[in-house]
């Protein structure tokens, strides 16, 4: 394990090594009706007619045409976002790329896509900017992350996982060939970070249109254990909130990654980082050891942490994820 030097006021190792990370699992005690609540988001999400429509082109690279795109999510709420497209031929793959706590302020990171021959859509989930802005919803992280937490009907993470399943919807809907392979079983792809990365552990259980998913540095893993370490990131608004409303703990029940996890068979990668101050490894590793099908886990070194080998994993792992959903879309 690399040692970094920072000047954060706790350990973002938060005192682990790897052979610890790799004991954590899920919560004991996920509420009973889990599944169901789940099931319940799915099918009304499943009924928002989405009505996407295709903006202007903002720029072609790395094989695709990047479009402005909108839909329609649960509430009636028009979100926007972005759609990649093959620049030839037909798609042979599509993906809902989430994307983490900043927002998306432009399409350019995501791309190249994993496969080549890809359409993906590039989702801004409600209360992000740049395209994702909805009244009363807040744009800053640790608002966002308390926006209806009192109840689980109203805690905007499930809103939020609404979005990519609506996303999806929009996607399959303007890219016809991505239709009729996932009717033939051929299936999307997801992929998500930090923020995404907890959203996609949520989504994917209940989608069946997901074959795969790859997860980096996933957030919203076995809370009971978050809300004892502390961090800089959105998990410190939700312990701050818990320590004066202990109640909140019946609630973030419904939320877990990690508890998802244990419902999700199909192929997953999980990228989980040793050192991280913003979302606490414990949590990330969660995520990977209560995959209901094993999963497959590529160990970083750091997340939210710029330092002089952040590069190289980038590319490390952008080559895991070519490799896996090569595998796992066939």
Request: proline share 7%.
């Amino acid at each position: 394990m690399t040692v970094f030097a920072h000047d954060f006021p706790f350990d973002p190792t938060y005192g682990y090594t790897l052979a610890d990370l790799r004991g954590v699992g899920a919560p004991d005690g996920a509420p009973a009706d889990f599944d169901t609540f789940w099931r319940g988001r799915y099918e009304a999400a499943r009924a928002v007619p989405t009505r996407p429509e295709i903006g202007p082109l903002v720029e072609e690279r790395d094989g695709v045409r990047i479009f402005e795109v909108t839909y329609t999510s649960v509430g009636d709420v028009r979100l926007g976002g972005w759609l990649a497209l093959p620049v030839d031929g037909p798609a042979e793959h599509g993906f809902v790329i989430g994307h983490g706590y900043g927002g998306r302020d432009q399409a350019g990171p995501d791309v190249p896509l994993p496969l080549p021959r890809s359409a993906a859509i590039l989702p801004c989930v409600r209360g992000m900017v740049e395209r994702g802005l909805v009244d009363g919803v807040p744009s800053v992280s640790a608002e966002h992350v308390l926006h209806g937490i009192a109840s689980r009907e109203t805690y905007v993470i499930g809103e939020c996982v609404a979005d990519l399943w609506c996303a999806a919807s929009a996607l399959l809907e303007l890219v016809p060939e991505l239709g009729e392979s996932v009717a033939s079983g051929a299936g999307l792809g997801y992929l998500g970070e930090s923020f995404g990365g907890g959203l996609g552990a949520l989504a994917l259980p209940w989608d069946d249109r997901f074959a795969a998913g790859e997860l980096t540095v996933p957030t919203f893993g076995n809370h009971p254990l978050r809300l004892t370490l502390d961090c800089a990131g959105s998990g410190a608004a939700v312990r701050r909130h818990h320590a004066g409303h202990p109640e909140v703990t019946e609630v973030l029940g419904y939320f877990d990654a990690a508890t998802a996890a244990t419902r999700l068979s199909k192929p997953v990668l999980v990228a989980a980082a040793l050192f991280d101050p913003s979302v606490p490894s414990p949590g990330q590793f969660a995520v990977h050891n209560a995959l209901a099908g094993g999963g497959e886990l590529l160990v970083l070194e750091a997340g939210h942490f710029d330092w002089e080998g952040d590069a190289a994993a980038r590319v490390e792992l952008a080559a895991a994820k070519a490799e896996f959903f090569g595998r796992a879309l066939k």
